[in-house]
T-cell receptor
């Protein structure tokens, strides 16, 4: 498709399990971002990939969170030993890159529920 | 640390009214400001992007203004329609470095027929 694709759209898992969330950006977009949207917290930045540069991980809330981007395209966000406070909508966005790269285009997100 | 505030948190208006949503930010050293729309269960749709050197942008019934020195932006929606009902988010990119967005918590708009 033409837009940012995220999977799964919904994920319910038990506390303590690991989860993987996938993002497929728009073809040709070199920049990829992960954000988290929690009730009462708004949208917060998690991690940013730009081309082959080292990612900006400054927004990751703990070392249980990690992300990788293979081949400069698809990205996977992994949460290990999930906690109930990890319940949120995880949104991925992509853009042409850099500060002049224009607007970020968002996927529909993955709604994660930790029981 | 950049903080973005949106007022009001929620707004309910009858169809046909003109309305203004407000956004303020604490650090005026921004590269650009974006207004997004989010429908329930969906991602964000970019409505307008204003570069720091610009004062306003227009798209159809939407007009966004930027006053960087005072740290404020407004989104004006003319002749509101029920289809405009959604949450509207304001976000800024800081000058220099990466282009990550700092978001406000949004204004939830309901336009009644």
């Amino acid at each position: 498709g033409a837009g940012v694709s995220q999977s799964p759209s919904n994920k319910v898992t038990e506390k303590g399990k690991d989860v993987e969330l996938r993002c497929d950006p728009i073809s040709g977009h070199t920049a990829l971002y992960w954000y988290r949207q929690s009730l009462g917290q708004g949208l917060e930045f998690l991690i940013y990939f730009q081309g082959n540069s080292a990612p900006d991980k400054s927004g990751l809330p703990s070392d249980r969170f990690s992300a990788e981007r293979t081949g400069g395209s698809v990205s996977t966000l992994t949460i290990q030993r999930t906690q109930q406070e990890d319940s949120a909508v995880y949104l991925c966005a992509s853009s042409l890159g850099g500060q002049a790269g224009g607007p970020q285009h968002f996927g529909d997100g993955t709604r994660l529920s930790i029981l | 640390k950049q903080e973005v505030t949106q007022i009001p948190a929620a707004l309910s208006v009858p169809e046909g009214e003109n309305l203004v949503l407000n956004c303020s930010f604490t650090d005026s050293a921004i590269y650009n400001l974006q207004w997004f729309r989010q429908d329930p269960g969906k991602g964000l749709t970019s409505l307008l992007l204003i570069q720091s050197s610009q004062r306003e942008q227009t798209s159809g019934r939407l007009n966004a203004s930027l006053d960087k020195s005072s740290g404020r932006s407004t989104l004006y929606i003319a002749a509101s329609q029920p289809g405009d009902s959604a949450t509207y988010l304001c976000a800024v990119t800081l000058m220099g470095g990466y282009s990550t967005l700092t978001f406000g918590k949004g204004t939830m708009l309901l336009v009644s027929p």
